[in-house]
């Protein structure tokens, strides 16, 4: 099976895939990381392998078909069958929600498998 990571270099970001490692670390599952920043180019294989040395050789990355990074997610994840989807939060104002939207929120409402939302830790 697959675990599938909402992808971004920041904080919240690091925390899914920390996440999504230790999830997927007991039956070795592929964790495939889908960019969640449009625009964003897409992390290097090596670069997250040093940083999670742990997943070495079960990390990749995957592209949607999609320009949202939300829908591209999902889309990921279900041509994948993917078991679970993890993302990072991290905390906005109420107006940035209203005028922005929320990535996480597309994600949570749309993936057609569990996600586990996580936070990074405090600091």
């Known amino acids: 099976m697959t675990v599938v990571v909402a992808y971004a270099d920041t904080p919240p970001g690091h925390a899914a895939v920390a996440a999504a490692v230790a999830e997927s670390a007991r039956e070795e599952e592929v964790v495939v990381l889908v960019p969640a920043v449009r625009g964003d180019a897409p992390p290097e294989v090596a670069d997250l392998e040093r940083r999670w040395p742990e997943a ?40 940035g929600k209203l005028v922005f939207g929320s990535t996480a929120q597309r994600i949570l409402l749309d993936a057609t498998c569990p996600v586990l939302a996580v936070k990074p830790p405090p600091g």
């Open 56 to 95: 070495a050789g079960r990390i990749e990355v995957a592209r949607g078909d999609l320009g949202d990074p939300s829908d591209a997610v999902v889309q990921v994840a279900q041509r994948r069958d993917a078991r679970l989807v993890v993302l990072g939060l991290r905390a906005r104002t109420p107006v």
